[in-house]
């Protein structure tokens, strides 16, 4: 690989690690901690292509005023340019303009039965702390699913709460409302997901984001479904799609 075209690379490399960062895309691909670090690891990358790009114009400089002291005496000069490798540089208008989607239902739905609760949690159960006393408190798909697993003092049983999350349809014909859980990056990515239960589930589309009210199926999550617990709902609102499309 010519130097030109690893230094548009990196130009590539770096711009597109500050684009993200400036603009959000990141959390796509990673948790908020990393954001600093992304930002760092793009400035460098740059300043190494700048770096690169000013040695090679000074060295391309230097072998053109060799060459036209070579021919001085033939009574004409050589002018020679290296500016195709730049041209690589326009796909960089595309591929700023383009950025993958966060993981969503595709995810989940080829997941099978894995899940970032069914691993962890106390033998035996264990005592969680009270809901908030609101009416239908606002909780994540995590903690609602940990909570129906493990939780043995009961703080669920006949509670209305409100969940948000992406509609999943599965393979065996449920549909699950989930969100992705990252550790570091989407690459580690597993999913925590409610089976809904109630009128309307099937008229959305994959990926439709909706906070759903409803009540968690007491004794529902077991080592048998994966620890999906059933959600019988009680309403439906779609919402847009948060900043950060994973849960912590």
Known sequence: MRRETQNVLLVLLGGAMLKIAVNGQYLRYVKPWIHPWLIAAGVMTVLLAVVGIARDIQAASARAHGAERDVAGAGHEHEHSSRSPWLLLLPVLAIFLIAPPALGADKVARSGGRSAVAQQGPAG???????????????????????????????????????????????????????????????????VKVRLQGDGVNTYQPDTWLEARGEIVTHSATEANAYVPSFEITSLTEVPAPPDPYES
Do not use: Y
């Open 125 to 191: 159960g264990a005592a969680f702390e009270q809901l908030p006393a609101e009416d239908a408190p606002l909780l994540k798909i995590g903690d609602a699913v940990t909570r129906a697993v493990w939780d043995n003092s009961g703080t669920l049983d006949g509670r209305q709460i409100r969940l948000v999350g992406f509609i999943v349809h599965m393979p065996d014909g449920s549909v699950d409302l989930a969100r992705l859980v990252i550790t570091c990056c989407a690459a580690d990515a597993a999913p």
